[in-house]
């Protein structure tokens, strides 16, 4: 379900409207705080931009390379500044619309390159690998045209006005950043440290970003995996992974942990994305929101949900963000 406003859509879906007084599942809980939590320090951790501020005020966190802000008004992207490898998005905007431009003499490994230009299809997303001025589905994208989209997207409004911490951020601007390289020179893997209440519950770890599928898998604190599999979630087990210490290593883990905790002391529950590179953990960015509060797999609704009433339990955080 949609509502169109003026000359701009507002995303509201059917889960939305499941607004309960006291939640227990997760998405009851995010659709809770997308109705009534309208804490500042949100906007500041989705703002993709502002947040870098706040990372270095609140830990000792490694943060990718700035190369450019370009606030909107002044958005002109200047190509010939650029290193051959970097990442360009809007700092207001997620899901769509990044740009990598992947110039260097050899191109990113791990990335499915189509040869001919393909039919957009849902499982294409809005991550473009920018190579020879084609991106990994084969379509031409000329500098003009990147520019132009970024342009475009900084003159919308986030489209989910109930992800309060996104529609609201001010100002708008095109970020450009480090692109971060895994161990194989590749994309690096995306671990995503869901917090509640300053400590972490689980972690979704998470690579295919840019391959033929996304493989997924949520383990506890301790490394132990929580079975995802069910009929409500669109990902899939990664079946060569059991313990993420065992995989990860303890020391590993161990800072993932120390680095989410520090970043999410201020608020009821946020994901804080980070990533490995050279053994060093590297932040990526705050989600308040994941998937906009869809409905997920049982196991995993049933975990969130109670990390989230321990939380409430032990917090001191305002009771409007339960």
Partial sequence: MKRLFGKQKDWIFPWHQNLVDDPITLSEHLVH?????????????EDKFASREYVEKNSDCKLPK?????????????????PERCVLKANHWSGDSLF???????P??????????????????GYYVIRN??????????????QSKLSGVLEKDFPVSLEWGAYNISPRGIIIEEFLMGD?????????????GGKVGYIQFEHGRFGSE????????????????????????????????????????????????????????????????NSEVVFGEFTNYPRSAQPQAPQWEKLGGEKWREARGASKIKEAEL
């Avoid at 990113?108 to 997303?125: D, G």
């Fill in 33 to 45: 705080k997308m109705h009534n939590d309208r804490n500042p320090l949100l906007i500041q951790l």
């Fill in 66 to 82: 700035l190369y450019h802000f370009l606030q909107r008004g002044s958005e002109k992207i200047p190509w010939d500044d650029l």
């Fill in 100 to 106: 990598i431009l992947d110039n260097a003499p050899d």
């Fill in 108 to 125: 990113i490994p791990n990335v499915t390159r189509a040869k001919l230009p393909k039919i957009r299809s849902k499982k294409q997303h």
């Fill in 133 to 146: 001025g084609r991106d990994q589905y084969g379509r031409f994208w000329p500098k003009w045209r990147i």
């Fill in 184 to 196: 194989d020179g590749g994309p690096p893997v995306d671990i995503k440290m869901h917090c509640f």
């Fill in 214 to 277: 996304i493989l997924q898998n949520i383990h506890l604190p301790d490394g132990s995996l929580i079975d995802t599999k069910g009929e409500q979630t669109k990902w899939f087990n990664d079946n060569s992974i059991g313990n993420l210490r065992d995989h990860l290593g303890a020391e590993i883990v161990d800072r993932l942990i120390q680095v989410s905790e520090q970043l999410s002391k201020d608020t009821m529950y946020v994901r804080v994305d980070l990533f490995i590179i």
